[in-house]
């Protein structure tokens, strides 16, 4: 079955604590991205990559980092995590990085509470 | 400033009734609209698109959208609302930001569909 799957699908840790939610999917695609969801504000990007070793930042990429060595893994990594990154975030992909107007295909989410 | 707004935070219709979830945007030159639904502890699945051609665009799950340009509007609509059609909605238009499309996302219509 074609899809993107992210672990954890729950994760609460303390401020501090370095943390990896891994992202992956079975399609081929070239195309990989973040977004955080919060209440009120929709999805916003944090990371996105155009290909293997290809990354760059979305609108809130402060505090969050990424790696493309693999077409098919893009994790998230949050070197030092802090409260303002409670949030719902999401992993998608594409096959072309949407210039053909391809839709994304979207993990489950990941809700991340930090303390 | 480019963006998409989605004037109500929740829509509440009766089973059997039409449904409409609204959207508008701000974008320069020719817009690419999409609708998105999530689920309860789901991602987000594409819905429908509008690219070009006929302003009436046909989605999955019995959804349509009408594109209106002299409105700037790309309002969701279903002739019959099923209680299964409660989830989270969300309008996205795609810019053009360095040299690659991006999705920029409405912050959801919660659309709530009583028996």
């Known amino acids: 079955e074609a899809q993107v799957t992210q672990n954890p699908r729950y994760l609460i840790t303390v401020t501090g604590k370095k943390l990896t939610v891994t992202c992956s999917q079975n399609?081929?695609?070239?195309?990989m991205s973040w977004y955080r969801q919060d209440p009120g504000l929709g999805l916003r990007q944090i990371y996105y990559?155009?290909?293997?070793?290809?990354?760059d930042k979305g609108d809130v990429p402060e505090g969050y980092k990424v790696s493309r060595k693999e077409k098919r893994n893009f994790p998230l990594i949050l070197e030092s995590p802090s409260p303002n990154q409670t949030s719902l975030y999401f992993c998608?992909?594409?096959?072309?990085?949407?210039?053909?107007?391809?839709?994304?295909?979207f993990g489950n989410g990941t809700r991340l509470t930090v303390t | 400033a480019q963006s998409v707004a989605q004037p109500e935070d929740q829509v509440n219709v009766a089973e059997g009734n039409p449904l409409t979830v609204k959207c508008t945007y701000s974008?320069?030159?020719?817009?690419?609209l999409f609708w998105y639904v999530q689920y309860p502890n789901r991602g987000l699945q594409f819905l429908l698109k509008?690219?070009?051609?006929?302003?009436l665009v046909k989605g999955s799950y019995g959804f349509e959208a009408e594109f209106n340009k002299s409105q700037t509007s790309f309002h969701l609509k279903k002739p019959s609302a099923l209680v299964s059609d409660s989830a989270l909605y969300f309008c996205?238009?795609?810019?053009?930001?360095?040299?690659?499309?991006?999705?920029?996302f409405g912050a959801g219509t919660r659309l709530a569909v009583h028996p």
């Open positions: 998608a992909s594409s096959l072309f990085g949407q210039k053909d107007n391809l839709p994304l295909h």
């Open positions: 399609m081929n695609h070239e195309y």
């Open positions: 990559s155009m290909n293997v070793e290809v990354t």
């Open positions: 974008v320069s030159g020719n817009p690419y």
């Open positions: 509008y690219i070009t051609g006929d302003n």
């Open positions: 996205a238009v795609r810019l053009l930001s360095g040299g690659y499309n991006k999705l920029i």
